[in-house]
Nanobody, 126 residues
Framework: QVQLVESGGGLVQAGDSLRLSCAAS????????MGWFRQAPGKEREFVAA????????SHADSVKGRFTISRDNAKNTVYLQMNSLKPEDTAVYYC???????????????????WGQGTQVTVSS
């Protein structure tokens, strides 16, 4: 069982940066691939970024590539999402998720994840 708690969201202006954090409970954090997803009002939850158990493999959605970076610190049981050059279309609730089945990969489907956090709101004004 893994419990995930996101933090770091807020209201920013276009062009600003934010860093989201997701703290995981339990001693097996390094056994999971981790992902970030987001959901805007009236839209499906969409993939943002993923990282494998060691941090040696990452994947980013085309819409955020070059602006967002996922990373993890297994000693701190934490995964991060550094978001630069934010745009109004990045406004959404951001969720982190853990996948035990695909721990060595960077899964991009929400159905491959077993545990989810409660989400943190990111609002980007123009």
């Amino acid at each position: 069982q893994v419990q995930l708690v996101e933090s770091g969201g807020g209201l920013v202006q276009a062009g600003d940066s934010l860093r989201l954090s997701c703290a995981a409970s339990g001693r097996t954090f390094s056994s999971y691939a981790m992902g970030w997803f987001r959901q805007a009002p009236g839209k499906e939850r969409e993939f943002v970024a993923a990282i494998n158990w060691s941090g040696g493999r990452t994947s980013h959605a085309d819409s955020v590539k070059g602006r967002f970076t996922i990373s993890r610190d297994n000693a701190k049981n934490t995964v991060y999402l550094q978001m630069n050059s934010l745009k109004p279309e990045d406004t959404a609730v951001y969720y982190c998720a853990a996948s035990g089945r695909l721990w060595s990969l960077t899964p991009e489907s929400k159905y491959e994840y077993d545990y989810w956090g409660q989400g943190t709101q990111v609002t980007v004004s123009s």
